[in-house]
Each structure stands twice: as structure tokens, then as C-alpha cells.
């Protein structure tokens, strides 16, 4: 008798929704180093930052990139993502994207 069974997305971080769904993604208005960028669906990953935020990503045995963000939604405010990791969006969270030489 499981016949209600019911989605509980925001119950952590490791369900695969993806926009299943019949249409496309919802898109997402968020700021990445002062600018604005429009993405698609209700997560974003370090990579993705990473690329918005730089034409060209800075590369070498000593760089070191550090994304950290803030406005975010009620389960992840504020933080740092890391290097393959993800966190959930809202409009208008801002992204601070650096690259140091850590030599």
C-alpha cells in the first residue's frame, strides 16, 4: 500500500534529479566574480563556476582556485565549494571565483 510515495528533494545532497521532467530546466540568474550568468537547473559544480568565471582557466602545477559563495538558499547560506563538488542555487547567489600561485 506504498501508493502516495512522494519526492523529497532538499533531503540532502546525493538524489539525481536532473530535470526529470517532460520539458527543459528551469534556468537560474546568478552572479559569478560581479557579473551576471544564467544556468541552467537547481544545482551548479565547481567546474561550472570555475568555467564562468574565467574565458580562459588558469593552469599550472601551483595554481590553486578557491570558489566560495554566499545568498544562497536556506541549506546552503554560505560556504566554499570544492573541487568536484556541487551546492545548491537561487537567484542572485554570488560567486567569488579566485586563482593564486600558491609558489
Do not use: W
Not at 519526492?7 to 536532473?18: L, Y
Not at 517532460?22 to 552572479?31: P, R, V
Not at 544556468?39 to 588558469?58: H, N, S, W
Amino acid at each position: 500500500m506504498d501508493s502516495n510515495k512522494t519526492d523529497n528533494p532538499g533531503q540532502g545532497h546525493d538524489n539525481e534529479d536532473h530535470g526529470g521532467g517532460a520539458g527543459g530546466q528551469s534556468q537560474t540568474t546568478i552572479i559569478v566574480n560581479t557579473r551576471e550568468k544564467t544556468v541552467q537547473g537547481k544545482e551548479v559544480t565547481y567546474d561550472q563556476i570555475v568555467a564562468l568565471a574565467f574565458e580562459t582557466v588558469p593552469s599550472g602545477e601551483n595554481i590553486e582556485i578557491t570558489v566560495l559563495y554566499r545568498d544562497g538558499p536556506g541549506q546552503n547560506k554560505e560556504g566554499t565549494l570544492t573541487p568536484n563538488g556541487s551546492v545548491r542555487i537561487k537567484k542572485d547567489m554570488i560567486f567569488d571565483v579566485t586563482a593564486t600561485d600558491k609558489s
